[in-house]
């Protein structure tokens, strides 16, 4: 089993979108043996649902947001994961921080950098769509698919899955 965590700064935007897309392209892609889940640097909106827009969004491109629970993440949450992706640099300075040990550090990626485009273009962070309006959640979305996918084929190559 590999068990991958998304994160971001509060649980409700980006890394609940990053993975809600995930599990169903790996659903997709047949790879049972990846679990995914979110967490929230911070613990402010732990226990609440998704941002209203992050849920509409996903309902508009046809993924369930609906049963999101923000969580903050944990230290020890490190011992049971294999790769942690990051939305921005601020989360994974914060995330490296908080790891005990360095090999838990170095489980800390961003999650853009599975998109080749946004390698190329040196874009690699998912900018915070809280203060923006329907299209910025709409960027948002577009740049996690793109990410997950990218992430999937790395995962199915991984596992030797086709």
């Keep these: 089993m590999i068990r991958i965590a998304m994160v971001c700064s509060g649980n409700i935007c980006r890394s609940p979108m990053a993975e809600i897309v995930l599990r169903a392209l790996l659903q997709e892609a047949g790879l049972e043996q990846v679990e995914v889940s979110s967490s929230g640097t911070g613990g402010w909106h732990a226990g609440d649902g998704a941002d209203p827009r992050t849920v509409a969004v996903l309902r508009q491109h046809g993924y369930d947001g609906s049963r999101h629970v923000a969580r903050q993440f944990e230290a020890a949450d490190f011992a049971s994961l294999d790769l942690v992706l990051a939305a921005d640099r601020g989360h994974v300075r914060e995330l490296r921080r908080a790891a005990r040990r360095v090999d838990d550090a170095d489980k800390v990626r961003l999650l853009r950098e599975?998109?080749?485009?946004?390698?190329?273009?040196?874009?690699?962070?998912?900018?915070?769509?809280?203060?923006g309006g329907a299209a910025d959640f709409e960027r948002c979305l577009r740049e996690v698919e793109a990410?997950?996918?990218g992430l999937v084929a790395h995962l199915a190559r991984q596992t030797g899955a086709h």
């Design 114 to 131: 599975f998109d080749e485009a946004a390698v190329d273009a040196g874009t690699l962070e998912v900018d915070d769509p809280w203060y």
């Design 147 to 149: 990410a997950c996918r």
